[in-house]
């Protein structure tokens, strides 16, 4: 069984920061790609951003230069650094994995945790 774990989730005034962290436990032998997507109250999921295990990174227009993705191979987290947040920043952001591979091998794809809550208000 593998899980995501979300944290990080806040409420913080406009201009602030805060650094949300998705973990990956489970017997877990590798995380492909993983990426941070949002969902707003009344709006779609959105993409944020994503990173490879390389180190390949990608972000929404929305986010760039604002937003900084990153991971820690050895421990099976994404880290998602928010900088410079804003009111319609606000949303339940959730962790995705792409593809894991267990012991067998064998494969888990498209995993999603639980999500975290981010609020930007003065």
């Known amino acids: 069984q593998v899980e995501l774990v979300e944290s990080g989730g806040d409420l913080v005034q406009p201009g602030g920061s805060l650094n949300l962290s998705c973990a990956a436990s489970?017997?877990?032998?590798?995380?492909?790609?993983m990426g941070w997507y949002r969902q707003a109250p009344g709006k779609q999921r959105e993409f944020v951003a994503t990173i490879t295990p390389g180190g390949i990174a990608n972000s929404a227009d929305s986010v760039k230069g604002r937003f900084t993705i990153s991971r820690d191979n050895a421990k099976n987290t994404v880290y998602l650094q928010m900088n410079g947040l804003r009111p319609e920043d606000t949303a339940v952001y959730y962790c995705n994995a792409e593809r894991i591979m267990l012991p067998g091998p064998r494969y888990e794809y498209n995993i999603w945790g639980q999500g975290t809550q981010v609020t930007v208000s003065s």
């Open positions: 489970g017997s877990i032998l590798a995380v492909y790609a």
